[in-house]
């Protein structure tokens, strides 16, 4: 159970009576709460819901398969020895557990592997009979659901490029088609033409009929009325992950599937399942190799093999991962029972899950969540266990979908927000036009970003998803979540709300046995909030005087450079100038500050900001949303003895020269927001002090002296343009410059959560080091700052590239390394569902000629935005 979100869960449970720890299994050895100790006790501090995405393996699945792999001798199946020979005797073996687990035979489906179902659905696009249409004949159907996965609707490109006609059909075209008879057509005509659909919504779990594969098979129902024989491909990647699926009574024409949706180990593999009535019609240009019988390398000369599985099986197939497979499969035969228990379990979760999520409203009687489905989780016939839903407000505004997955990363709650790969599901259920999705794009979304909301829309949602291994217990952790964020007063109660009694209550066979619509005050009852960490801070901090260190610098001309006359008079009713009050650089990034008060500018920030980062044993940036021990790591740069001494408590200090050495560094790549980085490491005496303090291993690396890394451009930022911002190891610009003004604000709406009003749980220091800035002024007025267009800090010019959108590393105590999930969530309902604080900067010119500074004490003088009047 996730910290932070376990605890007494009588009302919960009083929603669902007969969900105790008593309850009994849903079949002998089925226990998913067992399972959660003896096979994932990786999970013990985490609620993993994203098991559309993918679902997780058991400890003994991989031992087993570790196991097979030390104890016998593997060959490419290509060849003719004897370990190749068992490689294809098991590679075979494992084909037919595969069928058989679908409930069909090889004389009734072949089985192709692939990389995934992707790679099987562009099979099927490049293999298919297609019949190109022209000036006298109509030519061949391409037919998709509206709701299918982007890998469907990508198979349109291979059928344009064939001159066949591609058909978006909606959900609703499809149910209204099976109400009505087919317009009947010429039966003689075998016009092939293909159907394409989900089992599964991968969106909203919404189940389709298995029966269109017949009725659309035999013409009774028709996507498009044309004349012609209509093929059937069921996309049951998402399906098969928790339900079984019997080929011998739905015998779909094609069927791509991945295994990591089902066993979670190994990825990259998926197959193609091909009813072998259809194999004969498929065609193919390119052969690799295993797939010739005979060719020649100087004639059109070409002979394939004979299966199906040697045609279309280009080279040698990953066959490692397929005898992977046959652990997977004894696996969660033994730990389950097989997918009925699965699906009844899944689906309970889901439905249990779904009624509670239902029931949560505000006082003023407005639902807390809106939820996307076509069903009401009546049945598993009609709904799979995804839920997809957007956390709405008081006032029914809905609340960004990468707001709501910071606050769950907080609860070690982990579920998948977006459109997830189904944008024709995602306009359906949101509401979002063509016009729409191409003017978000314009405004800089893309798919699966974080911009979340647009003019208020929102551009995706919130999916949670249950797995074999799900427990009661996660669902409750998901449900107290939503509960301690959005039903909590400021005194961290929760709000009071009318009881509906015994509404809603699942039986223990997860059966819904009231089902009352709720309206009004009518709303759940009895909920418990979360109890929050409120950790209290201390006051200590290490100011280092620079002064000594640097070269002395003349004091600036006491006419400073202003930005012209339009910063005259720019704040009305100012009570006084700006003041940089403090200076923090950063030299290991998300480490600990290192706060100065005259610091000397580099061309990427203040000189060694962000020049350093610990990343782990494959290279990977470790920040503190992953190790938040990292803000314990204290540096301090020496300027003039050119070292950087690293203290940590309990560790002796260790010194980092700030360049590199004479002798030859190990140069290697990482990666900071997208952008591949150039470093060397520093050294493995520094490597194995880190990794004995955070206890696992490290690397501290620094970027490269002769690397450059570019800013990318901002939208609307062009008077500028000439200008190029070089950065360290920044996420995003060289500066972040926040108000204390601002802070303040926040500082009262924290503090208010104390009822007796006497004990302060947030300092202000503190709260400062939460957000991590460099530069800190005392502003007039809160969040000011993001009104400014540009600055000038002394005789300093910066642009203001624009607001920092905080993520939940603002929760860590920067002097303790505990979270608390009050700071992002109070921030995030004072700002009306925008986490924005502070804002960056890029300096604009700077004289290399000449050492420059930034200090403590000097004025700040900004340039308002010409549009004000129009800024949120």
Same mark, same amino acid.
């Given at each position: 159970?996730?910290?932070?979100?376990?605890?007494?869960?009588?009302? $919960?449970?009083?929603?669902?009576?007969?969900?105790?720890?008593?309850?009994?299994?849903?079949?002998?050895?089925?226990?998913?709460?067992?399972?959660?100790?003896?096979?994932?006790?990786?999970?013990?501090?985490?609620?993993?819901?994203?098991?559309?995405?993918?679902?997780?393996?058991?400890?003994?699945?991989?031992?087993?398969?570790?196991?097979?792999?030390?104890?016998?001798?593997?060959?490419?199946?290509?060849?003719?020895?004897?370990?190749?020979?068992?490689?294809?005797?098991?590679?075979?073996?494992?084909?037919?557990?595969?069928?058989?687990?679908?409930?069909?035979?090889?004389?009734?489906? =072949?089985?192709?592997?692939? =990389?995934?179902?992707?790679?099987?659905?562009?099979?099927?696009?490049?293999?298919?009979?297609?019949?190109?249409?022209?000036?006298?004949?109509?030519?061949?159907?391409?037919?998709?659901?509206?709701?299918?996965?982007?890998?469907?609707?990508?198979?349109?490109?291979?059928?344009?490029?064939?001159?066949?006609?591609?058909?978006?059909?909606?959900?609703?075209?499809?149910?209204?088609?099976?109400?009505?008879?087919?317009?009947?057509?010429?039966?003689?005509?075998?016009?092939?033409?293909?159907?394409?659909?989900?089992?599964?919504?991968?969106?909203?779990?919404?189940?389709?009929? $298995?029966?269109?594969?017949?009725?659309?098979?035999?013409?009774?129902?028709?996507?498009?009325?044309?004349?012609?024989?209509?093929?059937?491909?069921?996309?049951?990647?998402?399906?098969?992950?928790?339900?079984?699926?019997?080929?011998?009574?739905?015998?779909?024409?094609?069927?791509?599937?991945?295994?990591?949706?089902?066993?979670?180990?190994?990825?990259? $593999?998926?197959?193609?399942?091909?009813?072998?009535?259809?194999?004969?019609?498929?065609?193919?240009?390119?052969?690799?190799?295993?797939?010739?019988?005979?060719?020649?390398?100087?004639?059109?000369?070409?002979?394939?093999?004979?299966?199906?599985?040697?045609?279309?099986?280009?080279?040698?197939?990953?066959?490692?991962?397929?005898?992977?497979?046959?652990?997977?499969?004894?696996?969660?035969?033994?730990?389950?029972?097989?997918?009925?228990?699965?699906?009844?379990?899944?689906?309970?979760?889901?439905?249990?899950?779904?009624?509670?999520?239902?029931?949560?409203?505000?006082?003023?009687?407005?639902?807390?969540?809106?939820?996307?489905?076509?069903?009401?989780?009546?049945?598993?016939?009609?709904?799979?266990?995804?839920?997809?839903?957007?956390?709405?407000?008081?006032?029914?505004?809905?609340?960004?979908?990468?707001?709501?997955?910071?606050?769950?990363?907080?609860?070690?709650?982990?579920?998948?927000?977006?459109?997830?790969?189904?944008?024709?599901?995602?306009?359906?259920?949101?509401?979002?036009?063509?016009?729409?999705?191409?003017?978000?794009?314009?405004?800089?979304?893309?798919?699966?970003?974080?911009?979340?909301?647009?003019?208020?829309? %929102?551009?995706?949602?919130?999916?949670?998803?249950?797995?074999?291994?799900?427990?009661?217990?996660?669902?409750?952790?998901?449900?107290?979540?939503?509960?301690?964020?959005?039903?909590?007063?400021?005194?961290?109660?929760?709000? %009071?709300?009318?009881?509906?009694?015994?509404?809603?209550?699942?039986?223990?066979?997860?059966?819904?046995?009231?089902?009352?619509?709720?309206?009004?005050?009518?709303?759940?009852?009895?909920?418990?909030?979360?109890?929050?960490?409120?950790?209290?801070?201390?006051?200590?901090?290490?100011?280092?005087?620079?002064?000594?260190?640097?070269?002395?610098?003349?004091?600036?001309?006491?006419?400073?450079?202003?930005?012209?006359?339009?910063?005259?008079?720019?704040?009305?009713?100012?009570?006084?100038?700006?003041?940089?009050?403090?200076?923090?650089?950063? %030299?290991?990034?998300?480490?600990?500050?290192?706060?100065?008060?005259?610091?000397?500018?580099?061309?990427?920030?203040?000189?060694?900001?962000?020049?350093?980062?610990?990343?782990?044993?494959?290279?990977?940036?470790?920040?503190?949303?992953?190790?938040?021990?990292?803000?314990?790591?204290?540096?301090?740069?020496?300027?003039?003895?050119?070292?950087?001494?690293?203290?940590?408590?309990?560790?002796?200090?260790?010194?980092?020269?700030?360049?590199?050495?004479?002798?030859?560094?190990?140069?290697?790549?990482?990666?900071?927001?997208?952008?591949?980085?150039?470093?060397?490491?520093?050294?493995?005496?520094?490597?194995?002090?880190?990794?004995?303090?955070?206890?696992?291993?490290?690397?501290?690396?620094?970027?490269?002296?002769?690397?450059?890394?570019?800013?990318?451009?901002?939208?609307?930022?062009?008077?500028?343009?000439?200008?190029?911002?070089?950065?360290?190891?920044?996420?995003?610009?060289?500066?972040?410059?926040?108000?204390?003004?601002?802070?303040?604000?926040?500082?009262?709406?924290?503090?208010?959560?104390?009822?007796?009003?006497?004990?302060?749980?947030?300092?202000?220091?503190?709260?400062?080091?939460?957000?991590?800035?460099?530069?800190?002024?005392?502003?007039?007025?809160?969040?000011?700052?993001?009104?400014?267009?540009?600055?000038?800090?002394?005789?300093?010019?910066?642009?203001?590239?624009?607001?920092?959108?905080?993520?939940?590393?603002?929760?860590?105590?920067?002097?303790?390394?505990?979270?608390?999930?009050?700071?992002?969530?109070?921030?995030?309902?004072?700002?009306?569902?925008?986490?924005?604080?502070?804002?960056?900067?890029?300096?604009? =010119?700077?004289?290399?000629?000449?050492?420059?500074?930034?200090?403590?004490?000097?004025?700040?003088?900004?340039?308002?935005?010409?549009?004000?009047?129009?800024?949120?």
């Amino acid at each position: 159970m996730a910290g932070g979100v376990a605890g007494p869960g009588a009302e $919960l449970l009083a929603f669902a009576p007969g969900w105790d720890a008593s309850a009994p299994r849903l079949t002998p050895g089925y226990s998913p709460r067992e399972l959660r100790e003896s096979e994932f006790g990786r999970l013990a501090e985490t609620v993993y819901l994203d098991h559309a995405g993918a679902t997780l393996f058991p400890q003994s699945q991989l031992t087993n398969f570790t196991k097979d792999l030390m104890e016998n001798v593997y060959g490419n199946p290509h060849s003719q020895n004897i370990t190749s020979k068992l490689t294809h005797d098991t590679v075979e073996q494992v084909r037919y557990r595969v069928l058989a687990h679908f409930h069909t035979m090889p004389e009734d489906y =072949s089985m192709v592997f692939t =990389s995934g179902s992707t790679a099987a659905l562009k099979l099927v696009a490049e293999a298919f009979p297609w019949v190109s249409r022209g000036p006298e004949k109509s030519g061949s159907q391409f037919c998709y659901l509206t709701d299918n996965h982007t890998s469907v609707v990508g198979m349109r490109k291979v059928a344009e490029a064939m001159h066949v006609t591609y058909t978006p059909v909606s959900p609703e075209d499809m149910w209204s088609a099976e109400e009505q008879s087919a317009v009947a057509c010429d039966p003689d005509c075998q016009l092939p033409h293909l159907f394409c659909y989900p089992a599964q919504s991968n969106f909203s779990g919404t189940r389709y009929p $298995l029966s269109w594969i017949e009725e659309v098979k035999s013409g009774r129902l028709r996507p498009v009325n044309v004349p012609g024989k209509w093929f059937v491909l069921l996309d049951a990647a998402s399906y098969v992950s928790t339900s079984p699926l019997d080929l011998s009574a739905h015998q779909a024409d094609f069927v791509p599937i991945s295994f990591y949706k089902i066993f979670g180990f190994p990825t990259g $593999l998926g197959a193609l399942l091909v009813n072998n009535r259809v194999a004969p019609l498929l065609r193919k240009s390119y052969f690799g190799g295993g797939t010739a019988a005979a060719y020649l390398v100087g004639e059109d000369f070409y002979i394939s093999r004979p299966s199906v599985a040697e045609r279309f099986e280009d080279g040698t197939i990953s066959y490692l991962d397929v005898i992977a497979l046959k652990h997977g499969f004894d696996a969660l035969e033994r730990l389950t029972g097989g997918m009925e228990n699965i699906a009844r379990h899944t689906f309970a979760l889901a439905r249990y899950t779904h009624a509670a999520l239902s029931s949560l409203c505000y006082p003023n009687g407005a639902p807390v969540v809106r939820i996307y489905s076509d069903s009401e989780f009546s049945s598993p016939d009609v709904q799979g266990p995804i839920i997809n839903f957007n956390v709405l407000d008081d006032s029914g505004n809905v609340i960004g979908y990468s707001e709501v997955d910071k606050m769950a990363s907080l609860y070690n709650i982990h579920l998948r927000t977006g459109c997830f790969c189904n944008t024709g599901a995602c306009q359906r259920h949101l509401g979002i036009s063509n016009e729409m999705v191409k003017k978000h794009l314009e405004a800089g979304h893309v798919c699966g970003d974080n911009v979340d909301l647009i003019d208020g829309q %929102p551009t995706g949602s919130v999916r949670i998803s249950f797995g074999y291994m799900s427990t009661f217990e996660d669902a409750q952790a998901f449900l107290r979540f939503i509960i301690a964020t959005r039903l909590r007063l400021p005194g961290g109660q929760p709000v %009071p709300q009318a009881s509906t009694g015994e509404g809603g209550a699942l039986s223990a066979e997860g059966k819904v046995q009231d089902t009352s619509a709720v309206n009004g005050r009518d709303c759940v009852s009895r909920w418990e909030s979360t109890c929050m960490d409120s950790s209290v801070w201390n006051n200590s901090s290490s100011t280092v005087n620079t002064v000594g260190l640097c070269p002395a610098l003349s004091k600036a001309s006491s006419t400073q450079q202003t930005l012209s006359e339009k910063a005259a008079g720019i704040l009305p009713g100012d009570r006084g100038p700006h003041i940089v009050t403090n200076l923090y650089l950063y %030299p290991i990034k998300s480490c600990a500050a290192f706060e100065v008060t005259r610091w000397p500018i580099g061309n990427q920030g203040l000189l060694y900001d962000r020049s350093w980062m610990v990343v782990n044993h494959n290279g990977i940036c470790l920040s503190q949303k992953q190790e938040p021990r990292l803000c314990l790591i204290q540096p301090f740069i020496n300027l003039q003895q050119r070292i950087m001494v690293i203290k940590a408590k309990g560790m002796e200090p260790i010194e980092v020269p700030l360049e590199e050495g004479s002798e030859q560094a190990q140069i290697c790549q990482s990666k900071v927001c997208t952008d591949r980085v150039n470093t060397y490491d520093c050294g493995e005496k520094i490597s194995s002090w880190l990794s004995k303090f955070l206890g696992r291993p490290c690397h501290l690396i620094k970027q490269s002296s002769n690397f450059q890394r570019n800013a990318k451009k901002k939208h609307g930022k062009d008077q500028f343009a000439g200008i190029t911002a070089t950065l360290s190891l920044v996420n995003e610009a060289q500066y972040l410059l926040i108000n204390t003004s601002s802070i303040l604000e926040l500082h009262q709406h924290l503090n208010t959560s104390d009822e007796n009003g006497k004990e302060e749980l947030f300092l202000m220091k503190d709260l400062i080091s939460r957000f991590r800035a460099n530069i800190i002024m005392n502003g007039t007025r809160p969040f000011e700052e993001e009104t400014w267009d540009e600055v000038s800090i002394g005789s300093l010019h910066f642009q203001v590239l624009g607001p920092c959108h905080r993520c939940q590393m603002i929760c860590i105590n920067q002097q303790t390394g505990q979270r608390n999930q009050d700071v992002f969530q109070k921030l995030s309902e004072s700002r009306a569902r925008k986490v924005n604080f502070g804002v960056y900067l890029m300096h604009t =010119s700077l004289d290399s000629s000449s050492p420059c500074f930034l200090s403590v004490g000097s004025q700040v003088v900004p340039v308002l935005k010409e549009n004000v009047g129009h800024h949120d």
